[in-house]
């Protein structure tokens, strides 16, 4: 499939299941109290934290080397090996974890909440390897209906919760773990035909990739401790109603700019591992330009919106009870930018396997973080560990420029610029349309890709005309 359609099947994908997780959201604020949703961001922080420490960098190497075993015809030997690895990891820590937290009488939560917690981790770490094996196959239709279903399974268990009343950390756990079960038997279907090789174990291809594991899992630390750390420190100074009121505005801003980043990345990263594989520098430049422009010109009016209207988006979203955190979406969504755009910055390091590098500047990155949130916190509240976070993500992007290969990452400075400048007029002309915040968004959205639209239709109508003209197919 060319990358045109796989952006737009893959971002498809991700817009509804994004949509799906938009319904969830309010749907868990209301369910739960913001002291119960903070046991449940706390819980969620845990296993992010234990995450990468163990699945996460066995999952991303795993994938990092799935195309040198998938020409040797061996891929379905590694993802069994690394789907084993990552399940058996993940629990053993999680366990001990557990253990710890319950014998120095500060247990995570009760019992049935913490297995929950674990289930569930185990379960969307396998799907997550599964999606990324059919993104690596070239398979976006499947992945998108396995996340598609993912979101609607768990929204409607959700507002079923709701309806009986089971209103408990526990409760959004579950949910989760059964509908991620369940949306992952299609994407298994669709993925067993396309691996090659023996169904087994290989310890011998875990041992290949020890090397690299270790050498990125303070990548992932390190982006834990930009990312998350925050929510126990909140939790230390605040309590954890203020977890629950800086998570919900955290995982808004995440689930629309990771989103948008998650749906190019999903078919960039695929066609510029492919291009680097087989020698291209041109073509893993042209996959990579192409998706940060299509980052920006995606992401710019999101951020706008959130700058522009915060107290009601939030308000409609998840009820006045969460109004306060309102007060850090505008920083938190630029944040989120612009770690979207270093993800795009970094990934020449990755190519060249520069694990060490990225380690030291995530690291670096996570320590300022936690250096200024502990008295951003302790002076104002919430809004510091937003601060903090942002001034965390632009320290990763600095220490990124002068080490990446900039010549296959260029930043596109026109299409910042503009995306930007015509989010804002878009936003300008909604202010004027309407006062309720529903059709505002829905304003502001056309007012800015209807020109967008009509640029590109022209523009493929051109280079239509041009290849008649030159006798070369029109595809």
Request: net charge positive.
């Amino acid at each position: 499939m060319s990358q045109s359609p796989q952006v737009a099947v893959y971002f498809a994908g991700i817009v509804i299941g994004q949509g799906l997780g938009f319904i969830t959201l309010p749907l868990a604020t209301r369910l739960l109290s913001t002291a119960q949703y903070g046991d449940y961001a706390l819980l969620l922080t845990v296993g992010g934290f234990l995450g990468v420490m163990s699945s996460a960098p066995i999952r991303n190497i795993g994938f990092r080397q799935y195309f040198e075993h998938r020409k040797e015809g061996r891929s379905r030997e590694l993802a069994v090996t690394v789907a084993v690895a990552q399940a058996v990891a993940f629990t053993l820590l999680f366990s001990c974890a557990a253990v710890a937290a319950w014998a120095v009488d500060r247990p995570l939560a009760d019992a049935p909440t913490v297995l929950a917690a674990l289930l569930f981790g185990v379960v969307t770490d396998l799907f997550g390897f599964a999606g990324m094996l059919l993104r690596a196959e070239d398979r976006p239709v499947p992945y998108a209906a396995g996340d598609v279903m993912f979101g609607t399974l768990r929204c409607a268990g959700l507002a079923l919760a709701l309806q009986v009343g089971w209103a408990s950390t526990a409760a959004v756990f579950v949910v989760g773990t059964v509908a991620c079960s369940v949306a992952a038997v299609p994407v298994l279907v669709a993925l067993r035909p396309r691996v090659a090789g023996h169904m087994r174990f290989r310890l011998n291809i875990l041992h290949g990739l020890r090397p690299f594991i270790v050498a990125s899992m303070p990548i992932g630390l390190g982006g834990w401790g930009i990312a998350v750390a925050d929510r126990f420190i909140i939790g230390g100074f605040l309590g954890r109603s203020a977890v629950g009121l800086y998570s919900a505005s955290y995982q808004l801003g995440e689930r629309v700019m990771t989103g948008i980043g998650t749906a190019v990345q999903y078919s960039a990263w695929p066609a510029a591992l492919h291009a680097w594989s087989d020698g291209s520098r041109e073509r893993t430049r042209a996959a990579l330009v192409r998706g940060q422009t299509t980052f920006f010109w995606l992401s710019s009016p999101a951020v706008v919106a959130f700058a522009a209207w915060p107290r009601s988006i939030v308000t409609f979203l998840f009820g006045a009870q969460y109004v306060e955190a309102a007060d850090v979406l505008p920083t938190v969504a630029i944040a989120l930018w612009v770690v979207q755009y270093t993800g795009f910055v970094c990934r020449p390091l990755e190519l060249e396997r520069r694990y060490g590098a990225m380690s030291w500047v995530t690291v670096v990155a996570a320590a300022i973080n936690v250096a200024l949130t502990v008295p951003l916190v302790a002076e104002f509240g919430v809004i510091g560990a937003a601060v903090a976070t942002l001034a965390a993500y632009g320290v990763v992007l600095v220490l990124y420029l002068p080490i990446t290969d900039r010549g296959l990452v260029p930043l596109p400075w026109a299409s910042v610029l503009g995306s930007l400048v015509l989010a804002a007029a878009s936003a300008t002309f909604a202010d004027v349309v309407d006062s309720r915040i529903a059709v505002r968004c829905s304003a502001m959205a056309l007012a800015y890709f209807c020109p967008i639209a009509v640029v590109l239709h022209v523009r493929r109508g051109r280079r239509v005309g041009e290849r008649a003209r030159s006798g070369a197919p029109s595809g």
